[in-house]
């Protein structure tokens, strides 16, 4: 059964089509990936039983010709998206036992679409972190170990969702990006992850981080199932005040499109940034494939994206120190009694947050403290407009920009854990785009020589999702990257 | 000026600015589709997005937006077709997101004003600072269980208006009135329904003091008060409060106050040191609120009459003096009840009985305008009786009386009971002769003292059981005895 983790969500399902395995036994093979992968640590909650009853549903809309777009497919889900009855965790302490009466917009337009839970997976908590080490249940691994046999981190906060992917448990899943939470560690992992044009996915439905800048999107093993999806999670939603009404396009067909022609931009200012050898040298190689390919490069310049780090490091912990004061105790959360409600809402916060968390609490309330607010908060917000303004100017020029997606290969586990800092400084080159709500990708190149994952990021204009794709897929045939980790995990 | 305090220092003024909160008259919350009815049983009309759920999110109720604007444009204010969301953060057992949605530096409607009444010749004008929209809170409850507290959320995210006056007020009267007119104005409008027993309308005072003249003194502000006699108690007794403090040479501390009904006393709530940094910031789950101008001169295009042009019109209309026509425009109800029952009768007769008879009647018996005793119809049918004289003033009161157990039609009354007025001057004229006849003594008293007149008025109408005409009466009485 080893060719069910090969194979990506268009082959699977035109072999469901031509009835070459059943959908029953396509997920019994996930399962028990899922069951054999468990010292990944990716899932905080598995759901054999929801997947295999929807199984047969699904193999009876085969019979019936009555398939939908993913019918069948097996998916993981980031723990920060509500479930309906299933245990929605943020992996944090504080939501431990949380089940949501209600299913997010994005995971349901999948369910929709005849996709199947697999199971939750797991996240740096409250997806704030860049290595998945900060979950309140466990960290993750990277299914690629590094050349001297050591374990790496996945990245994160999407760990979990690219651990997952990149181990073939599940055939995509979902993750939620705000400042690289999806790009970052897709590159770590060698998958594909796609952010989408802020306001593309509904964020109804998903627990909340950083509201002006989150993102819901995919993490697949190809560019053309990262479009599949995209085809699916990407909706106009009522409920959601900043989801856009702009027409969803047909992704898949995008990445058919040739980019002949396209003008492709690099920012000169990536240079300055201590970059690995060899993802420069990736940086070159891509170049040529994309020259071949008929597009034309054109150096750009964004002078202010090296305050975006700075930047983001102000609104994201202010939005989420907010955003979190909800988990007080009184309802739905974890709970420590106390003798007074002053001293139950300290204790509860105290145990129910873990150290990161209450790291970006403390620094978004200082930001937004009275005397305060103007020098940071405010300040912060005028970068972002002219950090917003850099990629409007470049955009008028290119198509589209063309970089690293991290600064280096996934790093040991354990290596950057004590010094947050050092942490933050793997978003360099993610999170200018979230600041500008653009859509961006990772598409991974090849291996350095720590036999690591390199990924390259695209990012596009705003709603232009599909040229993005087109380049990824043009880079995705010249690389001819192999997903395909030494599967240690598996004891047999 | 005749607003100053006396004290044992001399006269000191009294500086008040009022915080008006004002519940939105909308069948579904600001930012959810819960019902905002009164009285439900608790937690339920509690919807994901009022309880804080995690990934919940806020979609703006448009008809919140048009009540607010409607608001504004009632009290001459500008309103501004951009404006932002801010939150508002602070931990409270019954906020469940723990910040309330609100609007801070740029607000849906910006500077106003209204008039008040001080007496029937003066009047006020009170700036209105701004009025924003923003989420009520729910409710907690400390006497359901013996250890626990328990919350109800029926009300998070309720809409209210807050209404932001200048410190343009100078006594707990114009306090009292300015609560008044701006409750009067929104019911006139249908913005809110003002009842202040069900928490519709509820009022932050800021009040301090100073030597006529002086800067601003340091001021307190009282929370939540809930009814137009407590403000004007909370008002008085803060205001003495203070003078006491400064003419005893100690500090007024900046801080939060709770009126206490109970005792008629504002005691301290939170000091200035313990006030929360509330950390307002736009709320990043909403667009800035904004609309076309078209949509506001619809809205101003279907304003109703408000109380000053009213009163205005009534003047002008039906020639009524200030004092009634500031009586009869208070309430919409009592506007158009007075102009119903006022409809093809004698204006100035309508309301003199309306604002009499009708009002002392109704205070007297526990009744509003909203559930009357006595129909309009048949009211209006005691002015007409009243007016073609065929009943006096004095028997009206009487039939009156009869309307009130069964709004029975007075014209019935009056022929059932035989009190048609006596109108004919034969029949009285016999009946003053009699009297003339029968009384010589006094025939010839009246002569050299003519204000023995009314014994024989007195006479006429005894025989008549009060029915017969006065001015009839009067006259012939002249015409015989001069």
């Known amino acids: 059964m080893k060719e069910f983790s090969t194979l990506s969500i268009k082959e699977t399902i035109s072999s469901l089509k031509n009835k070459d395995f059943s959908v029953s036994e396509l997920i019994d093979f996930h399962i028990s990936s899922m069951e054999n992968g468990r010292e990944l640590n990716a899932f905080i909650t598995e759901t054999s039983d929801i997947a295999r009853k929807k199984a047969i549903v699904c193999d009876q809309n085969y019979s019936k010709g009555e398939d939908k777009p993913l019918e069948g497919i097996p998916i993981g889900i980031k723990d920060m998206f509500c479930t309906k009855g299933v245990k929605t965790t943020a992996s944090s302490k504080m939501l431990e036992n949380f089940i949501p009466p209600y299913e997010s917009t994005v995971t349901q337009n999948l369910w929709d679409d005849g996709a199947i839970l697999l199971g939750k997976l797991n996240n740096d908590e409250f997806a704030m972190g860049s290595s998945n080490e900060t979950s309140f249940f466990g960290e993750v691994k990277n299914p690629w170990k590094n050349s001297m046999d050591n374990f790496t981190v996945p990245g994160g906060s999407s760990g979990g969702s690219a651990t997952s992917v990149a181990a073939g448990i599940g055939l995509a899943s979902l993750g939620t990006d705000t400042g690289g939470s999806i790009r970052q560690p897709a590159s770590f992992t060698g998958t594909v992850g796609l952010k989408p044009t802020y306001g593309r996915c509904s964020r109804w439905g998903i627990i909340a981080f950083a509201s002006s800048l989150d993102q819901a999107g995919p993490i697949t093993k190809t560019v053309r199932d990262c479009a599949l999806l995209l085809n699916s999670i990407c909706s106009y939603d009522p409920k959601d005040s900043t989801s856009s009404q702009k027409k969803i396009p047909d992704f898949e067909k995008a990445t058919d499109e040739s980019i002949k022609g396209m003008k492709i931009g690099i920012p000169k200012e990536y240079e300055a940034d201590g970059i690995s050898e060899d993802i420069i040298e990736y940086i070159e190689k891509g170049k040529e494939w994309l020259v071949e390919s008929g597009a034309e490069i054109i150096e750009i310049s964004l002078p202010h994206i090296k305050y975006a780090l700075p930047c983001y490091y102000i609104i994201a912990p202010a939005e989420a120190s907010s955003n979190l004061a909800r988990y007080d105790g009184v309802k739905f959360t974890h709970r420590v009694d106390a003798e007074n409600i002053i001293d139950m809402y300290e204790e509860t916060r105290s145990q129910g947050f873990g150290d990161e968390v209450k790291r970006r609490i403390m620094i978004g309330t200082y930001v937004l403290s009275s005397g305060y607010y103007d020098a940071y908060y405010l300040k912060a917000q005028k970068v972002r407009a002219m950090i917003s303004q850099d990629f409007k100017e470049a955009f008028s020029k290119v198509d589209a920009i063309y970089g690293p997606s991290t600064p280096s290969t996934a790093f040991e586990l354990g290596d950057k854990k004590k010094d947050p800092l050092e942490m933050y400084l793997n978003d360099v080159f993610t999170v200018p785009v979230n600041l500008a709500g653009l859509p961006a990708m990772s598409v991974p190149v090849g291996l350095d020589k720590k036999n690591l994952p390199i990924g390259m990021q695209l990012i596009g204009n705003s709603f232009n999702e599909e040229s993005i794709l087109s380049i990824a897929s043009c880079i995705e045939k010249s690389a001819k990257f192999d997903l395909n980790p030494n599967r240690w995990w598996i004891n047999e | ?482």
């Open chain 2, 1 to 482: 000026m005749n607003n100053l305090v006396k004290g044992e220092t001399g006269d000191w003024e009294i500086v008040i600015g009022i915080e008006v909160h004002a519940q939105i008259v909308s069948n579904s919350k600001l930012f959810s589709s819960a019902s905002t009815k009164f009285g439900g049983e608790h937690n339920t009309q509690v919807s994901f997005v009022d309880a804080g759920m995690p990934g919940m999110l806020p979609v703006i109720n448009w008809v919140c937006v048009e009540q607010a604007i409607r608001t504004g444009l009632g009290l001459n204010a500008k309103i501004n077709n951009y404006s932002i969301f801010d939150r508002k953060n602070y931990f409270y057992p019954d906020l469940p997101q723990g910040y309330q949605i609100s609007q801070y530096k740029q607000p849906i409607v910006g500077e106003g004003s209204v008039t008040i009444d001080i007496d029937d010749k003066k009047s006020k004008t009170i700036r209105i600072e701004r009025l924003h929209l923003e989420q009520d809170a729910g409710k907690s409850l400390h006497d359901q269980h013996p250890e626990f507290s328990f919350v109800d959320l029926n009300r998070s995210g309720v809409a209210l208006m807050e209404i932001v006056s200048m410190p343009d007020i100078s006594s707990a009267d114009e306090a009292q009135s300015y609560i008044k007119k701006i409750r009067s104005i929104m019911r006139y409008l249908g913005t809110c329904d003002g009842n202040m027993e069900e928490g519709s309308l509820r009022a932050d005072i800021n009040v301090s003091v100073r030597k006529p003249g002086d800067e601003l003194g340091t001021r307190c502000e009282i929370k939540n008060v809930n009814s137009i006699k407590f403000i004007g108690q909370a008002i008085d007794y803060e205001a003495r409060r203070q003078i006491e403090l400064i003419e005893d040479s100690k500090e007024i501390d900046q801080e939060t106050r709770l009126f206490d009904p109970k005792k008629g006393e504002t005691r301290s709530m939170r000091s200035k040191e313990e006030a929360h940094d509330y950390r307002y910031f736009p709320d990043p789950d909403l667009l800035p609120l904004s609309f076309s101008e078209n949509i506001i001169e619809d809205i101003k295009s279907e304003l109703p009459e408000l109380p000053d042009d009213k009163k205005e019109r009534f003047q002008k209309e039906y020639s009524l003096s200030t004092y009634d026509s500031n009586i009869l425009v208070s309430e919409i109800e009592i506007a158009d009840f007075f102009e119903a029952v006022a409809k093809g009768r004698d204006p100035k007769i309508a309301a003199n009985w309306i604002t009499g008879e009708y009002f002392a009647a109704m205070n007297k018996l526990g009744f509003s305008i909203t559930n009357s005793p006595i129909s309009i119809d048949n009211l209006s049918k005691l002015i007409k009786l009243i007016e073609e004289n065929i009943i006096s003033t004095r028997i009206a009161k009487d039939v009156f009386e009869i309307m009130l157990e069964n709004n029975e039609n007075p014209e019935e009354i009056i022929e059932r009971e035989g009190l048609k007025q006596v109108s004919d001057s034969g029949e009285l004229e016999k009946i003053i002769d009699n009297i003339i006849v029968e009384n010589p003594d006094q025939v010839e008293a009246v002569k050299l003292k003519p204000k023995l007149m009314g014994w024989f008025v007195g006479q006429v109408m005894k025989e008549t059981n009060g029915k017969a005409n006065p001015k009839l009466v009067n006259d012939l009485l002249n015409d015989k005895l001069n």
